[in-house]
């Protein structure tokens, strides 16, 4: 599989939050969910892989284009969703329509309305009057108009019930279809990642630290839950993190089937992103 | 230039909010220019009135873009930083001229209807110079403004800065003997050109300093 994004060493540094030696590399034909708690540096990466903050290092190749040299072809090919920021409340779907025929050379009206009918999307109303699900499909439709290759999506399903969520994962899904696209989804809703991902990076405190597939982190990983006799019995290198809780201890493995096999505990449960979320952030080792 | 063909769309479309606004201060704008025609020859303020009418409507597209953080987006766009600062500086001086035109329709049309006055051109055209010079003068230094401090914090800045060139300008006057002028009378059939030198002069410089600033701006 051909590489569509790759960051190479990013760092940035402000003066209270850090991004520190990034990488990141996804193939094409996959959806990757990129998970944090809030402020962990998934916008800060995205706006970084966009071009749309100086990087103090690194190198970001998009279609193994540098955008010294191919900004506007790289981002011909992007479809993008940023969390709180888009078009003036004040414009319409048609007003949209009419400024995108000249941004996109590809910019595919027929394929816009036709988005905009199956998703119920008033055209003539101003985006002011949408409700924040049918905003989120707008902005989903109007990355999706310009026949991208590349979606990369800031928290596209913050703030929606779970029917909107359930129509945007979808269409994700749909566009996933063609094995030349790819999806950079960042969310700290897991559960939608756990439906639609292929891989999962995680980030923390502005440093990945878990990069892996998504079946293999819900399949192979596990929690242990056990006494405190039972803990003091397993070896470091057995357990990722472990959490100490009122009435026993909480222990992120990532082998279950291994696990099983050199200890004797009870409950061995699979794992939710969330939980693994946790344990990597709350936990010790 | 398709791309700032766009952009110019997306500005004045987020402006047909205004529309409403826009006529209800034209027309104000009319009825103080006919009180002012009739009792003056002409309506030599008219033409600036309005140029600056347009120039502050194409300025608030920048307090739009701020407020729904469409600058943001606007970058994720296929567009580049230069383009971005371009549109928006046709934007601009498109409003001058855009007002330089109905203000000298009316310049010429009020005082003939009111006071049956025929248009004195050479007033209307030194006007209007006048009015280009200075709103050239104000967006250069407002646009980088804008682009260094955002729309609402530039704001009260450039209002401070104003008021310290007019009060400079002022005490200027005031302090400085009459001086006599008269000498300049032969070199006044150059004062289109340099007025002409002086806006495009002002608008490259304000545009070169505005790419630095939006370079180096993270949004």
Redesign the interface.
Same mark, same amino acid.
């Given at each position: 599989m051909s590489e569509i994004l790759s960051v190479k060493n990013l760092s940035k540094k402000y003066d209270l939050f850090e991004l520190k030696n990034i990488n990141l590399s996804i193939p094409r034909g996959v959806i990757v969910g990129f998970i944090g708690e809030n402020g962990a540096g998934k916008t800060t990466t995205i706006?970084s892989i966009?071009?749309?903050?100086?990087v103090d290092t690194g190198d970001i190749k998009v279609f193994g284009n540098d955008y010294k040299e191919k900004? =506007?072809?790289i @981002?011909?090919k992007?479809g993008?969703v940023?969390d709180?920021?888009?078009?003036?409340?004040?414009?319409t779907p048609s007003?949209i329509n =009419?400024?995108? @025929?000249?941004?996109?050379?590809e910019w595919d009206e027929k394929l816009f309305i036709q988005y905009l009918n199956d998703f119920k999307l008033p055209i003539e109303k101003m985006i002011k009057e949408y409700s924040s699900g049918m905003l989120m499909k707008l902005k989903i439709t109007v990355a999706l108009s310009h026949h991208p290759e590349l979606l990369?999506l800031d928290e596209p399903t913050s703030g929606l019930d779970p029917i909107a969520r359930s129509e945007i994962l979808d269409i994700f899904l749909d566009f996933i279809q063609n094995e030349n696209h790819s999806i950079f989804v960042s969310s700290h809703i897991t559960s939608d990642l756990e439906t639609v991902a292929d891989y999962i990076v995680f980030i923390n405190k502005g440093e990945i630290i878990l990069s892996e597939e998504k079946d293999k982190l819900l399949d192979d990983y596990g929690i242990v839950r056990c006494t405190e006799d039972e803990f003091i019995k397993i070896e470091k290198d057995d357990y990722i993190k472990y959490r100490k809780n009122k009435f026993d201890y909480e222990l992120l493995i990532a082998d279950r089937n291994n696990f099983k096999t050199k200890y004797d505990v009870k409950v061995i449960d699979k794992p939710t992103l969330d939980e693994i979320m946790l344990i990597y952030i709350k936990g010790v080792k | 230039m398709n791309s700032i063909k766009g952009l110019l769309i997306k500005d004045l479309l987020q402006l047909k909010s205004y529309k409403k606004n826009f006529i209800l201060s034209t027309l104000i704008y009319l009825v103080l220019i006919i009180l002012e025609s009739k009792n003056s020859n002409i309506g030599n303020t008219g033409p600036i009135m309005i140029m600056f009418l347009f120039s502050i409507y194409a300025m608030a597209t920048f307090n739009y873009d701020e407020k729904s953080k469409s600058d943001r987006y606007i970058l994720t766009l296929p567009l580049t930083r230069r383009e971005i600062i371009l549109s928006k500086y046709v934007f601009c001086i498109s409003s001058v001229l855009i007002g330089a035109f109905f203000g000298t329709i009316i310049g010429i049309l009020i005082p003939y209807l009111i006071n049956n006055i025929k248009p004195n051109f050479d007033s209307i055209s030194s006007t209007l110079l006048g009015g280009m010079v200075a709103l050239s003068f104000i967006q250069s230094i407002q646009i980088p403004y804008i682009y260094k401090y955002g729309a609402e914090k530039g704001r009260l800045q450039i209002y401070l800065v104003m008021m310290v060139i007019v009060i400079a300008l002022t005490l200027i006057y005031m302090l400085v003997p009459e001086i006599d002028l008269s000498f300049l009378d032969i070199y006044s059939h150059l004062i289109p050109i340099i007025g002409i030198i002086l806006i495009l002069l002002n608008y490259f410089v304000s545009f070169k300093i505005s790419c630095k600033i939006y370079n180096k701006k993270e949004v």
């Open positions: 706006k966009l071009n749309m903050i100086n900004e =506007k072809d @981002k011909e992007i993008v940023l709180n920021s888009f078009f003036s409340e004040q414009l007003d =009419k400024i995108m @025929k000249f941004l996109y050379k990369i | -």
